[in-house]
């Protein structure tokens, strides 16, 4: 039961911290959840909680997709902001 409600939040909460390290003004900030999701995964493939390596390439490539299209997202909102307060 915990497990099923864990990794959702989880996911959640990943998501939410790329996107607001994305929309800080350093743009290596955005690198560190992905990093952190990758060292976790390569952890799960080790200790056999991920079946093959096959399947660790797949997820490692889905999960790269969300984070690259919130990394765009919060790299989008800075911009706009930056435009913003420019332009007062």
């Not at 864990?6 to 939410?16: F, R, V």
């Not at 929309?23 to 690198?31: A, E, M, Q, T």
């Not at 952190?36 to 200790?47: H, K, Y």
């Not at 096959?54 to 765009?72: D, G, K, T």
Request: proline fraction near 3%.
């Amino acid at each position: 039961m915990m497990n099923e409600l864990l990794s959702p939040l989880l996911i959640i909460l990943a998501l939410a911290a790329q996107y607001f390290l994305s929309s800080r003004n350093s743009i290596y900030l955005g690198v560190i959840v992905p990093i952190i999701a990758i060292c976790v995964l390569t952890w799960m493939l080790f200790t056999d909680r991920i079946a093959s390596p096959l399947a660790y390439i797949l997820i490692v490539l889905v999960i790269l997709v969300f984070l690259l299209e919130q990394w765009f997202n919060g790299r989008k909102t800075l911009l706009k902001h930056t435009q913003k307060e420019l332009n007062k």
